[in-house]
């Protein structure tokens, strides 16, 4: 990380493989780390780091355990079903986010993840970005498999421009597109839910296993906080691409976090999709 950090780093843990790796990269890098696991979203992994286990609405609890342990810093890592707010059981710090929620005008995942980092900043803990730590794991540029991805390329800036769209207005970060025609836009459902849907859609939509067709694009999006919920792909996403019978994926080079970014690239390897990093819009020259 850019700075010495005082205590051990603390890491909300949300579902996923990230969240783990990430604790064993801070411990194997020398530094220390403190856990709260989401109650049944994170997995029992961290428990082989110093942590505590903490309900989802339980926000004052979380932060006064990474102060307790001495906690100067945090990152905020892993997926969190969404829940209904009213199954919940809040405690203060819950309590004013759900406030705080419901006096905005928008309660898009972008907004609600904003008010979480206004709470722990509030609270005198500064958000780091995870890849201060998972640096590795934010994907290259360009194709990472030998399969043509040329024939694509108008697919692949239709979904670009389409994943800005809906990122601006705080729908979702995925979008799969075949043929420029638009097959569906990631909700609160998530990218796996987005393709499976995808694939459930009439033949003629699709493509084959002989003559894969369509793009799959996940990208941040353009006004969000990147030091939390950047995009996150893995095996899981290669497995539903194909099953919708998808050509390849595209993702913003160090805009993505993959939880084993060369399991992935393999896997897209065997099975015939092409895998592309762009670079950054401010880093390209067109």
Known sequence: MSQKIQGPLGLIAGNG????????????????????????????GIEAYPHVWSPLGHLKAAADHLLGAGCTQMIILGGIQRPKLETLDFDAGGKWFVEQAMAGEQ?????????????????????????????????????????????????????????????????GQSVVVAQRLVLGVEGPEGTDALLQRVAGLAPEFLGTPEAKSGVLAKFPKPQQDRRIDLPTLGKRTVELAVQAHLAGIVYEAGGALFDDFDAMVALAEAQGLFLVGLAPVADESQ
């Open 17 to 44: 493989a990230l969240p783990v790796q990430l604790a064993a990269a801070q411990v194997a890098s020398g530094g220390d780390i403190f856990i709260v696991g989401l109650e049944n979203e994170a997995e029992a």
């Open 107 to 171: 309660a898009g995942d972008d907004q609600l993840l904003k008010l979480i980092v206004a709470y722990f900043q509030s609270r005198g803990l500064l958000i780091q970005p995870a890849e201060s730590v998972l640096s590795a794991l934010t994907g290259r540029v360009g194709p990472q498999t030998s399969h043509p991805f040329a024939p694509y390329e108008d697919d692949m800036a239709r979904a670009r421009e389409i994943a800005k769209t809906i990122g601006a207005q705080d729908i």
